[in-house]
């Protein structure tokens, strides 16, 4: 099936998008992006993009694949629309690794080998893969208004800001580090030195539409070094951390609150990630050989997901605006469904019938459906918009 069929695999993920988008009548959505890795063995001659990846728990480094993905957030679901895989540049690798080697060596600079040239067209970095997967939700979607992009701290860098903005014309919002510089009165300080002088102030965040949560949060509209440009920085500390979170958005218009509420949802993507691993497939089931075999599987793994979002069950909750059911429960409603079935295939007489219908009423009360926190299905997204009485404020 993976090797031999003729399916054009990009096209059907994009055609299944398409079909939840109009069987939900979706029209808008906030985009999230996010990367994620997979740990293989340590010797795959024969699966594709596999690379050695620093392991973010340990410290340490494994042999796997990354992947960075576009998922499509809106009031109904959250819906993965694009991925792509990244491979770091080998040559660039080799040379930084050796480069370190001959440093801790104290050998003299022009003693250690030339830093090669960045191949970008052969292997984007990941700022780069992310711009790409915009672009192309851009193309095969042109009728849905993107209200926001939202990206953590990896695509917080002036490149990926500058581009994101020139290509949808929408807010960005991402993260900063605290050593990041900032103008003050004239000179540049850090980042979390401006926000131990301009403290925040307590209130109550609302969290992807549900229960509020008590923050202290602050924010101005400050030249960022890095960027060289003005850009709305947000200080966030919830109840109980002790350090902030800093948040940086391109659009000058938008309020505070808006901004840090807005943030919230790509929290989502991460959950997302956590159903795909665990329920769907791509961590658990055998990889195809070559490049071409990973992206064929990952692509059937998304489209697992994207039929759980049509399942019956879950399009009649989200219908009525009420909350969605998380694909853990889903897929085992089917599993015992498939399982019924069968026993219904193998006794065709009017007593089995009974039977039958006891064992789906016993299934239905050992394996509950539960409420997804995923889909903001029932939930109110909030104000994702500029504030027309602050546009002095951009310019």
């Not at 711009?131 to 095969?140: C, T």
């Not at 301009?198 to 229960?211: A, K």
Request: hydrophobic fraction near 35%; glycine fraction near 8%; include cysteine.
């Amino acid at each position: 099936m993976f090797r031999k069929c003729k399916i054009d695999w990009d096209k059907l993920l994009t055609a299944s998008v398409t079909g939840i988008l109009n069987s939900y009548g979706i029209t808008q959505g906030v985009l999230a992006l996010d990367d994620t890795d997979n740990k293989r063995c340590k010797k795959t001659t024969r699966i594709g993009l596999a690379h050695k990846v620093k392991d973010k728990g340990t410290g340490g480094y494994f042999n796997g694949q990354e992947i960075v993905l576009l998922v499509l957030i809106t009031n109904k679901v959250t819906i993965p629309v694009g991925y792509k895989f990244y491979m770091p540049q080998p040559s660039m690798t080799s040379w930084r690794k050796e480069n370190s080697r001959l440093k801790r060596l104290n050998f003299p600079k022009n003693e250690r080998p030339v830093k090669p040239d960045i191949d970008d067209q052969n292997y984007p970095s990941k700022q780069k893969v992310a711009l790409l997967l915009l672009q192309q939700f851009a193309v095969d979607f042109p009728d849905i208004k993107i209200q926001c992009v939202l990206a953590d701290a990896l695509y917080g860098a002036q490149s990926f800001f500058s581009y994101a903005k020139d290509l949808l014309g929408v807010q960005i919002i991402s993260q900063i580090k605290r050593n990041q510089k900032i103008k003050c009165r004239g000179k540049y300080i850090r980042v979390d030195e401006y926000f131990r002088r301009n403290s925040g102030v307590p209130q109550q965040l609302s969290i992807r539409g549900g229960d509020k949560k008590a923050v202290n949060i602050g924010g101005a509209r400050l030249f960022l070094k890095a960027h060289g440009c003005k850009r709305f920085i947000v200080a966030l500390k919830y109840d109980g951390e002790e350090e902030y979170r800093y948040l940086i958005a391109s659009d000058l218009t938008w309020r505070l609150t808006d901004i840090a509420t807005t943030y919230t949802l790509r929290w989502l993507v991460e959950v997302f990630i956590q159903d795909w691993k665990s329920y769907e497939g791509w961590s658990q089931l055998a990889k195809q050989q070559g490049d071409d075999g990973s992206s064929k599987g990952l692509i059937l793994s998304l489209l697992t997901d994207h039929c759980l979002i049509l399942h019956p069950e879950q399009k009649a909750l989200i219908n009525r605006k009420l909350p969605a059911l998380t694909v853990g429960s889903l897929r085992d409603l089917e599993r015992m469904k498939a399982v019924v079935e069968s026993i219904e295939f193998l006794f065709k007489s009017d007593e089995s019938k009974s039977i039958i219908h006891k064992m789906s009423n016993k299934i239905a009360e050992v394996i509950p459906l539960r409420c997804s926190k995923k889909h903001m299905s029932g939930r109110d997204l909030g104000r994702i918009e500029g504030t027309p009485g602050l546009k002095y404020m951009a310019a």
